[in-house]
């Protein structure tokens, strides 16, 4: 089955610090990989998303790359701002036919920036 | 706006009650999906719908029963025979399996808090 690992959190940094979330993966197919972000009280939003080996997504100075070898897409951000707090969360999607594009989702990493 | 809306934004059920939970989308998205998320925990897939009148259980589909009568909406009930019913409940939509992966993200309603009184 797929499965996806994130590193534990919660990650507390200080403003202008460099952010790395770990997210591992398994996968029966060739699947596309996601970050997506929540909020406070809010639904999630897509962050970004690399659909083949050696992609990288970037969004809001965000980057992650799809490394195939290491089954990994780590999250990286040379900087952080305040606003960067809320929950991160790594997702897997793997066509088939009887399941959709139905999503896999690690357990997500809460993410606080101090001033 | 194009956008999935999901109502209540807050809910609570009594001991024994069903209640449902409501999500409409205006994207013509052919696919629709529910997940619950407790604290702490990655979201988890309820129920989802590939297409109008069929939808498949997901992980803990127990407790819970949907329908798909109309294109736009995708109601989840939560039944008495759910037992631990408090969650955050997640709605979310995508253009269709038939789509190329590239292009079938899952955009995501506010949510729905759901507690037990």
């Known amino acids: 089955g797929n499965s996806v690992t994130q590193m534990e959190g919660p990650v507390t940094l200080s403003e202008e610090a460099f952010l790395t979330i770990n997210c591992t993966y398994t996968?029966?197919?060739?699947?596309?990989l996601f970050w997506y972000v929540q909020y406070p009280g809010e639904g999630l939003q897509l962050l970004l998303k690399a659909t083949k080996a050696d992609d990288k997504g970037s969004n809001k100075g965000f980057e992650a790359t799809y490394r195939k070898e290491t089954t990994s897409f780590h999250l990286e951000k040379g900087s952080v701002q305040v606003s960067d707090s809320a929950v991160y969360f790594c997702?897997?999607?793997?066509?088939?036919?009887?399941?959709?594009?139905?999503?896999?989702f690690g357990e997500g990493t809460q993410l606080t920036v101090n001033p | 706006d194009g956008g999935i809306t999901q109502s209540p934004k807050y809910l609570f059920r009594k001991e024994g009650q069903n209640v449902t939970l409501s999500c409409e989308q205006n994207l013509n998205h052919d696919a629709m999906y529910w997940y619950r998320q407790d604290p702490g925990q990655g979201l988890r897939l309820i129920y989802y719908?590939?297409?109008?009148?069929?939808?498949q259980k997901g992980d803990i589909a127990e407790g819970y029963s949907v329908s798909r009568e109309k294109k736009e909406s995708f109601p989840l009930t939560v039944t008495s025979a759910q037992k631990n019913p408090t969650a955050f409940y997640l709605c979310?939509?995508?253009?269709?399996?038939?789509?190329?992966?590239?292009?079938?993200?899952?955009?995501f309603g506010a949510g729905t808090r759901l507690s037990v009184l």
């Open positions: 996968a029966t197919g060739y699947p596309s």
């Open positions: 979310a939509s995508s253009i269709g399996y038939r789509t190329i992966l590239a292009k079938n993200i899952q955009y």
């Open positions: 719908s590939q297409i109008v009148n069929d939808f």
């Open positions: 997702a897997l999607s793997v066509i088939g036919q009887t399941s959709g594009s139905r999503l896999t």
